[in-house]
Structures are given as structure tokens and as C-alpha cells.
């Protein structure tokens, strides 16, 4: 488990400990690979890393971000941000993995509303509930061939202490590429959920980001990276941004 107040503190400790994890070499490529491991992030806002080792692409978060919402499957308006979406996509164009679209424009096959509306629902009928659950990974992406297997398998709303605490539970994770760019969004739905209650009348606190990884890795590629982010943030003076 690595807890840090804000995700560059996260970052760093989780780029420590991969840096001497087991190495392992999937489909031929070279990575550090820990099982099962926890992030916790406790200021949910300080969502984006600012550590200039990472290089992190605010254009492409914030095109990211607007891709999302629009809930456009449709890889058009991404792909010249990043060129992994082409690579992913189907004959029509489209991905799994536009998680906007799963979270507030599929239809449910036996609920009236969005999987954001049965989270809020919950919540709003029992504040103790362990059913506000966004699952992202489904059953109809097996098939063979798949090239878009959705990583996130699903995020659990729960509020503890009035403290709204997000639960994201992911198969696979690259701390470089992955991480980075998938916890800002996981943060801005935390916070949406928690703007939600508000507006309805529950009023509770935006709580802790817990992120779990069944195969949190770096590839090989960026084990130099991986140096550079520890000893970028040693120096100090690193702030995590918010959305």
C-alpha cells in the first residue's frame, strides 16, 4: 500500500517501489511489475502531476477530458492527441474505453438512468449503501480479438465519517502513461458525485481516493523516467495541480 497526500507523492513513492519490483516481460517487452498494489491519494482534488519529469501533456488531459464527456465512442476528435486510440479501435473507429460514455450515456438493461444516476440514487436513499458501484469493464467486451479491453474494472462510491471515499479497482495500470492521465478523471468524477449529493442535500466531504491495480507497471522504455521523477521530486517545491 502507498499513501501520499496529493499524486505527485503517490507518484513518487510508487516510482521508489517499482523501481526495484521483479522484473517481467509480457508479450516479449520489458517491465517492473507490482500485484495487487494500492494507491491512496487523501486530497482527491490534487489530481495532476506538475513533476516536470513526467511531462505530463495538459493539452491532452484537458482534450481527454472533453472526449469523455461528449460520451463519443467515436475515436475522431481524440486520436490526433494521441495515436494509442488508433492503434485500439475497431473497424468503425470506436473504443471500449471512452469512459463517459459508460458512465453517464449507456443504457442499463434494468435501471432508468445512467450508471452516475444509480451512484447519486444509493447514496441519496442510504448513506451506508456498498451499492454505488460504475462498473467499466463488461461482459460484452470478451470477444476475440479485442484490442480495447477496458482497464478499469469499476469504481465504489462509499461515505464513511461523512467523507464521500472513491474506490476505482483496475486489471492493469502503467504508471507512466496510464496513471497519470486516468486518476485526474477518476478525481473529477469523485468530485462530481460529491457535487451532486450537495445540490440534493447531503452534505458530505470529499474524502479519500483509493486506486487499486491488479498489475501496476512501467515499461522498460521509461525505467530512466522512473529515475528521473524521484529525483526531480527530492529536490522539493513539487505541488500537485488541480482540475
Known sequence: ???GGDIDNVLYKACKKLKHAQEYSPRGQKTKELIQETL???DSKKCITTNPA???SREYLDKELEWYLAGDKNIEKIAPYASMWSRIADENNEVNSNYG????KQELENYDGSQFDWVINSLEKDRDSRQAVINFNQPKHKREGVLDMVC????????????????????SNDLI??????FPFF?????QVQKKLQEDGLEVKLGMNIHTVGSLHVYEKHFPMVDKII?????????????
Request: proline share 0%; charged share 20%; hydrophobic share 40%.
Open 1 to 3: 500500500m502507498i499513501i
Open 40 to 42: 491512496i491519494i487523501q
Open 54 to 56: 513526467r511531462k505530463l
Open 101 to 104: 460514455e459508460i458512465i453517464f
Open 152 to 171: 478499469t474494472l469499476n469504481t465504489q462510491y462509499v461515505i464513511r465519517n461523512n467523507n464521500l471515499i472513491a474506490i476505482t479497482n483496475m486489471r
Open 177 to 182: 502513461y496510464g496513471f497519470g492521465n486516468d
Open 187 to 191: 478525481s473529477y468524477i469523485h468530485q
Open 231 to 243: 529525483e526531480e521530486y527530492e529536490k522539493g517545491g513539487i505541488i500537485s495541480d488541480e482540475l
